[in-house]
């Protein structure tokens, strides 16, 4: 996949770009990057150290610059409004009404060459 449009850092073999870190050979199709909302996953981080062929000093560089770029958000717990709670007690507001029904149309062509499937025709 091409580099990200916005560029902060750029390295020997990492890009921090708009889309988290991004190996500037674009022969690897994008299978090395890290997303914006994986960069704190270290596990994540250690596997693409550990592959072969990554220049670790570079990754290293690139991962402090695009953490200091994108710092982690915390997940805060929604807080409780207490109008909200008295409105759910009085039985204002309810829970959605969850409705299974199923679309009636649905196009199966697994298995079939495409030449013989019938094809769309608009009529007037």
């Known amino acids: 996949m091409a580099l990200h449009r916005d560029i902060f850092w750029v390295g020997r073999q990492w890009a921090v770009t708009g889309a988290g870190i991004q190996a500037v050979d674009q022969r690897l199709r994008g299978v090395l990057d890290i997303d ?35 710092p982690m958000i915390a997940v805060e717990a929604p807080e ?13 507001i309810e829970a959605p009404i969850v409705s299974a029904v199923v679309p009636a149309m649905q196009l199966h062509a697994e298995g079939r060459l495409a030449r013989f499937l019938p094809q769309w025709r608009i009529r007037r």
């Open 36 to 70: 914006v909302a994986r960069l704190w996953d270290n596990n994540l981080v250690q596997s693409r150290r550990a592959k072969p062929g990554v220049n670790a000093a570079d990754f290293d560089q690139a991962l402090t610059t695009a953490r200091e770029r994108f």
């Open 80 to 92: 409780s409004d207490p109008i909200v709670a008295q409105l759910k007690t009085l039985g204002v």
